[in-house]
C-alpha cells in the first residue's frame, strides 16, 4: 500500500501554488489558509476586489473612529465637570464602541499586512490602490473637520 500519496489535502494546494519570498505575477495564490487558493483567474479576480474593497473601507473606518473620538471632546465653552471614576470611563458606551472598533481596525491591519506579505505585485497594487482610493474618499473630509487650531483638540 502507498502511504506516500495525497488525495487532495492542503499539501496539493502548495504543489499548484507555491508560497514565493519574493515579489511576483500571477493568479495561483494561498490566500491566508490552504483551504482558500485562488486556482482561477475569476477566483484571483474576485479576492482582488475583495482586498481593494477592504482597503477602501479600512481608511472609512480610520476616520468614523476620528469622527467619533471629536464627539467625545466637549466644547470649549463648557465648564470642567467633576471628575469621573475610572469605573465610568471604562463603561461609557462611546468608549467600549471605540475599543470595539480599535479591534476591528486593528484585526483589519494585520489581514492587510498578510496580504502584501504573499508578495503578489497584483494583490499588492489592489490593496495600495485601495488605500489611497479610501484616503481619496475620507482624507478631505478628515481635513475639513479636525482643525488643529481648534481650542479643545
Not at 484571483?44 to 479600512?58: D, E, P, Q, S, T
Not at 470649549?76 to 481596525?105: D, M, Y
Not at 498578510?114 to 473630509?141: D, K, Q, R, S
Amino acid at each position: 500500500m502507498d502511504h506516500n500519496h495525497n488525495h487532495g489535502g492542503p499539501d496539493d494546494m502548495e504543489m499548484l501554488c507555491p508560497m514565493q519570498m519574493s515579489f511576483h505575477g500571477g493568479t495561483c495564490e494561498i490566500i491566508l489558509f490552504p483551504s482558500w487558493a485562488t486556482t482561477e483567474v475569476g477566483q484571483f479576480v474576485g479576492a482582488w476586489i475583495g482586498f481593494f474593497l477592504m482597503a477602501v473601507l479600512y481608511e472609512g473606518l480610520k476616520f468614523y473612529r476620528e469622527v467619533l473620538a471629536q464627539r467625545e471632546r466637549k466644547p470649549c465653552s463648557e465648564p470642567a465637570s467633576e471628575k469621573k471614576s475610572i469605573r465610568h470611563h471604562l463603561t461609557n458606551k462611546l468608549h467600549i464602541v471605540q475599543s470595539l472598533l480599535h479591534l476591528l481596525q486593528v484585526s483589519v491591519s494585520y489581514v492587510l499586512m498578510l496580504i502584501v506579505m504573499l508578495f503578489n505585485l497584483w494583490l499588492c497594487l489592489a490593496i495600495v490602490t485601495g488605500a489611497a482610493l479610501g484616503y481619496y474618499i475620507f482624507g478631505w473630509i478628515r481635513q475639513s473637520t479636525i482643525d488643529a487650531n481648534e481650542c479643545c483638540n
